[in-house]
């Protein structure tokens, strides 16, 4: 049944390929096209030269459709992949909560966040730190990875408060990094949505403020069909970004420009779900590629290329 919903995907992408570059060829400037389906045309028209040189979203699957992560019942969050101890890490914004799951949302362990407030994102540096991104201060902290059970203290840890927008509960909601070029990516939802860079990070949180902060409204500006950015992933295999947009139900994948090269829909039908995608929160990819997705309230999805 896979194979088949496959196959009607694909030829129904076919179908309009060949309608859309009819209207291109016929009628360029007269007939009003929606901006997914002229993206899908780009997507396709530029197909053999990203294919292998990309994530390509378009390939991917889904391998676990809307599995419930065990313990969790309401506010699971951002999403990172520990390639040191094979699983992720997930955090629950209400109560404060870090959370070790597997690839299959099994539980691990769990981590009651004190003094936290409104956690939203979680992403792995490497060296045993992890990350997470208060929305409403705007504030970045970076802890250790636990290593026994218990209560993880706010005070016990740098931190660094950015302050970009009005306090309001539409700051940070995403945050991605790059190891190699030691550059953090922060998404800001919406009203209005961002993409920051942040250089220097560890250094600051560390003492040294030679702080930048680079504003990637270019980049996303012309995404107009992603309303909303609900999270970031930076893949070091490519150096591609991918954005999340939960109103669009849709993943972005950008180079290293900021130009599009693929996309992916979340709707019911599409990538093997048999439901939309209904609330994403958060996103990561492991060391083989499988893209995995949290969802609120509970919910996690597992996608891999085919």
């Known amino acids: 049944m896979k194979a088949i919903a496959r196959l009607r995907e694909h030829a129904g992408r076919k179908f309009w390929l060949g309608g859309l570059l009819l209207c291109l060829l016929f009628a360029a400037g007269q007939v009003h096209l929606d901006e997914r389906l002229l993206y899908s045309l780009r997507t396709a028209l530029n197909e053999s030269s990203w294919e292998h040189r990309s994530l390509w979203l378009p390939e991917y699957r889904v391998r676990i459709d809307a599995q419930p992560v065990a313990t969790v019942k309401d506010n699971l969050s951002g999403l990172t992949w520990d390639e040191r101890r094979g699983h992720l890490w997930a955090v629950v914004n209400s109560p404060s909560e870090l959370l070790a799951i597997d690839r299959e949302g099994g539980f691990i362990a769990r981590y009651p966040l004190q003094g936290f407030e409104d956690v939203e994102a979680v992403t792995y540096l490497g060296d045993d730190l992890l990350l ?61 949505r961002k993409l920051y860079e942040i250089r220097g990070l560890r250094a600051a949180l560390a003492g040294d403020m030679r702080l930048e902060i680079i504003d990637r409204q270019a980049w996303i500006e012309d995404k107009d069909m992603a309303s909303d950015l609900a999270s970031v992933h930076f893949d070091e295999r490519t150096g591609h970004l991918v954005l999340l947009s939960d109103e669009a139900r849709m993943l972005l994948e950008l180079d290293g420009n900021g ?25 990561t990819l492991d060391a083989r590629g499988d893209l995995y997705l949290v969802s609120e309230p509970n919910l996690l999805y597992a996608f891999e290329r085919r």
């Open 259 to 283: 130009e599009m090269v693929s996309f992916r829909s979340l709707w019911s039908g599409f990538a093997g779900l048999e439901d939309s995608v209904p609330q994403g929160e958060g996103l």
């Open 132 to 192: 997470v991104a208060e929305e409403r201060r705007q504030a970045l902290v970076m802890m250790p990875v636990p290593q026994q059970a218990g209560r993880l203290r706010r005070a016990d840890y740098p931190s660094l408060t950015l302050a970009l927008h009005a306090d309001e509960n539409s700051g940070f909601e995403g945050v991605g990094y790059d190891r190699a070029g030691n550059r953090l990516f922060v998404v800001k939802e919406h009203s209005p």
